[in-house]
Each structure stands twice: as C-alpha cells, then as structure tokens.
C-alpha cells in the first residue's frame, strides 16, 4: 500500500478536532492500463461498525465517505476473516440482533484467504515494530487485510481505525 | 560463431517500478510475484529486471483468471450493487462507544459497559 495517500473525507473531524474517518486511496489505482476500468476498495470492521451504528460520533462521515465510494463505482470487498470481526464487533458493541441482521442484510464480496495470505500475514506480524510485553502491534486479522490488498492489488481501504489506517497507509 | 556478427538485441529489462506501473500494482508485490517465481526476473545485485516478454505473460495469465484478477473480475461495482446500503444506521449504541478509537479500544470499552 505505499502508493495508497490517506484522503480525508467530507466530514472527516468532529467538533474535538479527531479524525472520524478516512478513505487510502491509491495516487494510481489497479486499473492497469484501463483508467476506465472500475478500481476496488477493502472495507475494514471498523467501517462497517460506523456505518451500522447510528449513534458513533463517525456514522455521518463514514455514510458520506460509503456515498463517495459507490458513487464512484468501486468495487467494495472485504475478507471472510474482516466478516467475522465484524459481526464480532457489531454483536459486542450493538448487540446479536444487530449483528445477525446485519449478517443478514449485507452483501459485501468476500475474499477467502489461503494458505499464502496467511503466510504472508505472519511474516508483516513478525516485521514490524514489535513490543515485547504487548506482542505485535497490528492484529492477525489486520495483517491479513493489508497482505490479501497487496496480493489484489488493491490500494484502497475504507476504514475508521487509525491503527489499520496506519498501517495501510 | 562468427565473432563479427553483431550481438543479438538486448531483450527490454524493465526495474520493478516500471513493471509495477505496468502491471498496475505495487512494487511490493512486483518483489513477492518475483520472489515467488511466479513472475521470471533477473537479479543483479539488489535489483530485480523482468524481460518486456515475461511481463506481458505474467499478465495475461492474471487477465486469463489464472491469478488473483479473477476475484476482483467478479466483484460488482458499488454503484451497481450497493453492498452496504441497507445495513446503514440500523444500529443504535447510544454513543458509549466509538470506533474511531480503534477496533481494540472498542471492544475494550464494549465489554467495560456490558
């Protein structure tokens, strides 16, 4: 993701000033040499938790940035391990009902991860900065996002978390 | 042999950023398909070069659905799909919780106010 340029999005700062939501956008997306063919997007939990819950202070920006990314025609996905933490999420914080209708109503593509995603996954885990009584800064399932975006060639994440943002960017 | 027959031309070697521009993906992952050997290269040094040629096979096979372009090919375009647009707001957590905090300050604070 190092061509990826973090974008601020209309409504990108609340009233304190902190940052609610961004899109990494690529300087050049995986178009090849079709700049008309659509571009793609990983939608990390994060994203889809301000988007379910009405009330997180991010939920205004996050629909406009969504509103941005479909206008534009990318193709949004996320894996089958970015699904499950987000029902885990939504279920935690929202509570089951939520998750379950969520589950129920969302249509996002899944990508399924394999054996090379995890592969490379595990070698970003053991690469970065690494704390020695917290462990690995970024999350398994983290790793294994940026790893199935680089593989894709995808440079694009919607995302809330400043942590995978980082990361991604 | 004839030592004074001209050398044969120099098949085009391309460095990774271009064949990254080419390809339409990062360096990054121009150095893993090469490291794989799923894209043929030369190394010299600390410098990968890939023939014009092996390029251009490297992408039809991802083209041809042989490489990870076959996933994306299947994916609709959000305008064509909307993929989220009947989740959104259907959710109320009372602002006790933000995401923006990150994921693992969420699911901190989560379970703190079950």
Redesign the interface.
Known sequence: MTAATAVAEPGASDASGRAEVAVARPEAGPRGDDPAAPTAAFVDASAIVALVDADDPAHAAAVAAYRDLVGDGYKLFTTDHGLAEAYDLLRLGLGPAVAGDWLRRQRLAVYHVDEADLAEAQRRLLSVGEDKAAGPSLSLTDALSLAVMDRLGVAAAFAVDPGFLTAAG | MDPRAPAPPEPEALAVPEAA?????????VR?YLREGRLRGRRIGNQWFIEAGALAEF?TALAAGAG?GA??A??????????????????????R????D???A??RS??WRR
């Open positions: 521009r080419r390809l339409g993906r990062s360096t990054e992952q893993r992408r990870e996933f994306l299947r994916v609709p375009p959000g305008d064509v799909v909307e993929p989220l647009a009947e989740t959104i707001g259907i959710g109320r957590g009372g602002g919780v933000a995401i923006a990150g994921k693992d969420y699911r989560a379970r």
